[in-house]
């Protein structure tokens, strides 16, 4: 059974830094795939973890997706402008895909979002996230252009796409 908390103690913010880092790994290993492109993975996952404590305020949220085996998930969400909410860093590990945690990770920040008075929620992602974009299209995330807060992908930047969720 799938459990997602907002991570606030030092044993879930460990599980949290090693989901990252296998994120982050993830994407790096993707972008030489897709695009033969040889990014620094210790770099983006020091950058990731400079800035969590903006997730951790109380105007943002770390979330971690728990099943009984042991972590599963992460999605981080964060206040980028008055109202406007941004979501970063959502990942299922390999194995627990196909379980619907990514869809209960987009529902919760959907729902704190709202909780936040946040009147929309932003995103960025790149091209080869292609089934991640299914998961927010079906959310209700429509496409949308850049935004001035989004993060400066470098070499990337060709290959993101940017989508946008109106709360009610």
């Not at 908390?5 to 879930?12: E, K, L, M």
């Not at 895909?97 to 529902?107: A, V």
């Not at 989508?163 to 009610?168: A, H």
């Given at each position: 059974?799938?459990?997602?908390?907002?991570?606030?103690?030092?044993?879930?913010?460990?599980?949290?830094?090693?989901?990252?880092?296998?994120?982050?790994?993830?994407?790096?290993?993707?972008?030489k795939i897709?695009?033969?492109?040889?990014?620094?993975?210790?770099?983006?996952?020091?950058?990731?973890?400079?800035?969590?404590?903006?997730y951790l305020?109380?105007?943002?949220?770390?979330?971690?997706?728990?099943?009984?085996?042991?972590?599963?998930?992460?999605?981080?969400?964060?206040?980028?402008?008055?109202?406007?909410?941004?979501?970063k860093?959502?990942?299922?590990?390999?194995?627990?895909?196909?379980?619907?945690?990514?869809?209960?990770?987009?529902?919760?920040?959907?729902?704190?979002a709202?909780?936040?008075?946040?009147?929309?929620?932003?995103?960025?992602?790149?091209?080869?996230?292609?089934?991640?974009?299914?998961?927010?299209?079906?959310?209700?995330?429509?496409?949308?252009?850049?935004y001035?807060?989004?993060e400066?992908?470098?070499?990337?930047?060709?290959?993101?796409?940017?989508?946008?969720?109106?709360?009610?």
């Open positions: 059974m799938t459990t997602i908390v907002r991570a606030i103690n030092a044993g879930d913010l460990a599980a949290v830094r090693d989901l990252l880092g296998e994120y982050l790994a993830w994407v790096v290993a993707e972008a897709h695009y033969g492109m040889e990014l620094d993975g210790q770099a983006a996952l020091e950058y990731s973890l400079g800035d969590i404590e903006t305020s109380s105007r943002g949220r770390v979330f971690l997706a728990q099943e009984d085996e042991g972590p599963a998930g992460i999605a981080f969400m964060r206040e980028i402008r008055a109202n406007v909410g941004e979501i860093r959502m990942y299922v590990r390999p194995a627990y895909r196909g379980r619907k945690i990514g869809q209960g990770l987009i529902k919760r920040l959907i729902e704190d709202g909780d936040l008075g946040f009147s929309a929620l932003l995103l960025d992602s790149t091209q080869f996230m292609a089934s991640a974009h299914a998961l927010y299209r079906a959310a209700g995330f429509t496409d949308t252009d850049a001035p807060e989004a400066d992908h470098g070499a990337l930047t060709e290959f993101v796409i940017h989508m946008k969720y109106e709360l009610p």
